[in-house]
């Protein structure tokens, strides 16, 4: 177990920083197109809602993919076997809790 997070962690890390950057990018690029151009009201409501969703969408993710991290650890913590249900429900409950929140911030 320690192994994969050793090996795991950086690679993680690289993949979602990658991530970030390129979507960091294409809002920009699409930001300066859109100021660049005279395009009309309809088609920048349309980008301004596409860029809404797709911002609660990387909440979602994001806190899908931290409250699933803090609940293995969570588990890990309490010693529990990986072979008991126990072990797979806690990180459930995290989750859950964390789609709860994103869904809070989105409301509000």
Same mark, same amino acid.
């Given at each position: 177990?320690?192994?994969?997070?050793?090996?795991?962690?950086?690679?993680?890390?690289?993949?979602?920083?990658?991530?970030?950057?390129?979507?960091?990018?294409?809002?920009?690029?699409?930001?300066?197109?859109?100021? %660049?151009?005279?395009?009309?009201?309809?088609?920048?409501?349309?980008?301004? %809602?596409?860029?809404?969703?797709?911002?609660?969408?990387?909440?979602?993710?994001?806190?899908?993919?931290?409250?699933?991290?803090?609940?293995?650890?969570?588990?890990?913590?309490?010693?529990?076997?990986?072979?008991?249900?126990?072990?797979? %429900?806690?990180?459930?409950?995290?989750?859950?809790?964390?789609?709860?929140?994103? %869904?809070?911030?989105?409301?509000?």
């Amino acid at each position: 177990m320690k192994q994969i997070i050793v090996l795991g962690t950086p690679l993680a890390f690289m993949i979602i920083s990658a991530i970030i950057i390129k979507y960091t990018y294409d809002y920009r690029l699409k930001k300066k197109v859109i100021e %660049s151009i005279g395009i009309d009201d309809i088609t920048i409501e349309i980008f301004k %809602s596409q860029a809404d969703n797709l911002r609660y969408s990387y909440i979602r993710w994001g806190m899908f993919f931290v409250t699933l991290g803090l609940g293995i650890y969570t588990s890990d913590l309490l010693k529990y076997n990986i072979y008991q249900p126990v072990f797979y %429900s806690i990180p459930c409950v995290f989750v859950g809790i964390g789609f709860i929140v994103s %869904s809070i911030i989105k409301k509000g």
